[in-house]
């Protein structure tokens, strides 16, 4: 049996993001065995969610906001979110308790 690399089990957390809720960074660092590994996070969104089709749109920081929100990248986060449903207050945050995804617990 071959191990996942941290890399691998993040590409598989993202990927179990449900259309209409998003994750956090630190949440899905976590889930794959790592608190301390936002910025790895991250950076594997950066380099495979193209060439792996993640919903990248999906991560958002541990406050409910688009970390991208001053690159070009944060309209187009927004949109994708209000498209699955995902509601905004008047200054950009999501609001974690409505929207967070909880994956039920493996077994």
């Given at each position: 049996m071959t191990r996942q690399?941290?890399?691998?089990?993040?590409?598989?957390?993202?990927?179990r993001i449900p259309a209409g809720k998003v994750a956090t960074y630190g949440q899905i660092a976590a889930m794959a065995g790592n608190p301390r590994?936002?910025?790895?996070?991250?950076?594997?969104l950066h380099a495979c969610s193209q060439k792996e089709g993640l919903p990248w749109h999906r991560v958002v920081n541990r406050e409910g906001r688009i970390a991208l929100e001053t690159y070009a990248g944060g309209a187009e986060q927004k949109r994708l979110l209000e498209n699955e449903g995902v509601e905004f207050d008047p200054v950009g945050v999501i609001d974690l308790d409505v929207f967070l995804w909880r994956p039920e617990p493996e077994r």
């Open positions: 690399t941290f890399t691998e089990r993040l590409i598989e957390l993202i990927r590994a936002a910025r790895q996070v991250a950076r594997a």
